[in-house]
DNA sequence: ACTATCTATATAACTATTTATATAGAGCGG
DNA sequence: CCGCTCTATATAAATAGTTATATAGATAGT
């Protein structure tokens, strides 16, 4: 499983349950989402397992934390995980679902409002990543090519984020496009149409 | 849940089980997998929920077989959903989790290996796609953009996993190459480094 | 006849994920 | 002091998805 391997790397330093949640949330989220209701249990299992091992803290804000470290052989998992290469993920782009059966609505115009609804929404997340990218490059002026290895990587998974957005967008506006053309031509030709002399 | 609504999709015309997952495997795989022990239950509480309707059918090949029909209130399920606009889907991709952390491998050549690996998985799937593209277009000459709109749509996706997968590769070549260039200044740069006179 | 493959359905067991809920201390605003 | 938000952990219940396995007729090849 990748949350496993996740919560592995994100281990490099110790960490509670609530902080992993808050690491998912900064940079993470984009590509993978977890619950805490999900991370609670997983890191159990991972200690009996013996992946991590684990402390209780006292805090000052709040009840005492929980603060997991990953251990010799959760090392070697996240090793493992990342020299076997590239998981081929069962990507699922509920979207695409829906766009592929825009066809069986009665009302074309129904199908330019949903893909104008998804391009604002691509333009929205890529205006994010922009924000990010644009903090990043101010706080360091290594950004991007002499920061160090350990910001490199998530750095390469932002450009990811940039490059498939503007590769969505532009597909938006390309649709959108082919589809208004579709919707006059229908509107032109209403009944006779289709055969030939 | 998608599945049942793709199912909706899919159930234009009656269907079984069986011929619903090869449905999957030609066009849909690409953005929403699912197994047979997956879609057999869930057409089950389906029809349940009134969604579906079912009667079972003599095979001329194999043992008979439950064909499945969506009814009134699954044609309105499925309506509901295009048009409550895209859902946004929780975008879960594995390869960039470990992208992530590619730094804490001890050598980037590993993070090298890694990456060849990924260019080399989207460079196969893109010809894929660009097969598929060029089966459609060859047996209609109406392709791309005189479909009727029942192929439009299908045909937007695929474009969509075209675009997304060259923008891929794309990235792929550039993070390789900026790796690389790193790879060489690590190498040149051994032990000294760092801060100017 | 034997074996493999394809059609066809189904269930059990397991794993993963989401949503809702409970608990409890600490700090802040009104 | 009351309610709100934040820190912090945890569990229950439900849903979703995967892997393994069982059954059985039909057809094609050896």
Redesign the pocket.
Known sequence: ????HILLGLLRRPA????LKKDFSSSLQHFW??????I??T??RMEKDGLLSSRQQP?????????YSRTRKGERALHDWLVQGPESD?N?ISYLAQVFFLGQLDDLAAARQFLGELRDEMATRLATLKGIEAGWAKQDPRYPDELPDEDFFPQLTLRMGLMKLAAGLEWCDESLRRLEQRMTRNHKQTGPAAAGP
Do not use: F, H, T, W
């Open positions: 499983m990748a949350l496993d509670s349950g609530y902080a989402a977890a619950e805490l209701a999900q609670y249990p890191l159990g805090s000052d804000k709040g009840p005492p934390r929980r603060v069962r699922r």
